[in-house]
């Protein structure tokens, strides 16, 4: 579920371990790039050692930097001087968050059924200002809006929770009221340890709607209450996709 690493990244909005570098220069770079890719192969340790020790904002500046000295665009020129997953990384990693997310919920819901993996880890662990830019770049690329997408492709109690994660309202204060923790721990017990039957719209009421500091408080309250984690009745209590998704908040 929650550790304190995924609370900061989504509170600030950032993903991964890559920090934004010191003395960062964007036309040194690109310079370096340019030097790196023209010619007679391409001096793969200087386009690693660049492209993955710069925070995915200062890459970006690199990739507009790169076009001005170039009149190329730093995706082009990759993609012409490197193949494989080699070339796919490099790609990924100058692309836009909020257009790569789309990109890859894109190929998500393409064909017969959905890589529902991809679905979950994105809409679980993106704050809302995350999902509304993956949300914008989807409806400018297709014309069509995401929820309305992901609805005709996902169905049942999971459908109801992946689209209440879509819609990107969660609540986003970091203030923590322990009572309210409380009464949404008990409120999740009695929803499914404590009843014959699981009440699946209350689990996915709280764990999709409350803030993410609420939801670690409630979590300790639920131990306390129930003698196991949410994590453990969750399993216990649901399966498939909805499990997973759940599980995964």
Not at 1 to 16: K, P, W
Not at 23 to 30: I, L, S
Not at 225 to 239: C, H, R, V, Y
Request: proline share 2%; charged share 30%; net charge neutral.
């Amino acid at each position: 579920m929650l550790t304190g690493e995924c609370i900061c990244a989504l509170q600030s909005g950032e993903r991964g371990t890559i920090k934004p570098k010191a003395n960062f220069d964007a036309d040194q770079d690109a310079a370096a790039l340019k030097k790196a890719i023209e010619g007679l192969g391409t001096n793969e340790k200087i386009v690693i050692e660049i492209l993955t020790t710069r925070s995915s904002a200062q890459r970006q500046l690199i990739c507009k930097a790169y076009e001005k000295a170039t009149s190329r665009t730093l995706v082009k020129d990759l993609k012409g001087d490197t193949s494989g997953d080699f070339e796919e990384l490099l790609v990924a990693l100058i692309t836009p968050p909020a257009e790569y997310d789309c990109h890859e919920v894109m190929r998500a819901m393409k064909g017969a059924g959905t890589k529902d993996k991809v679905l979950i880890e994105i809409f679980a662990s993106r704050s809302n200002q995350q999902i509304k830019a993956l949300s914008d770049v989807y409806f400018k690329e297709t014309k069509k809006q995401l929820t309305a997408a992901l609805e005709s492709e996902v169905s049942g109690d999971y459908s109801k929770a992946l689209l209440l994660l879509a819609l990107g309202k969660r609540d986003e204060s970091t203030t923590v009221d322990v009572n309210k923790a409380r009464e949404d721990a008990k409120a999740l017990y009695n929803a499914g340890e404590k009843k014959w039957g699981t009440d699946e719209a209350k689990f996915i009421e709280i764990l999709c709607k409350k803030s993410i500091p609420h939801l670690r408080q409630t979590l300790i309250e639920y131990k306390n209450i129930s003698g196991k984690t949410l994590q453990q009745s969750i399993e216990g209590e649901m399966s498939g996709d909805l499990e997973n998704l759940l599980h995964n908040l």
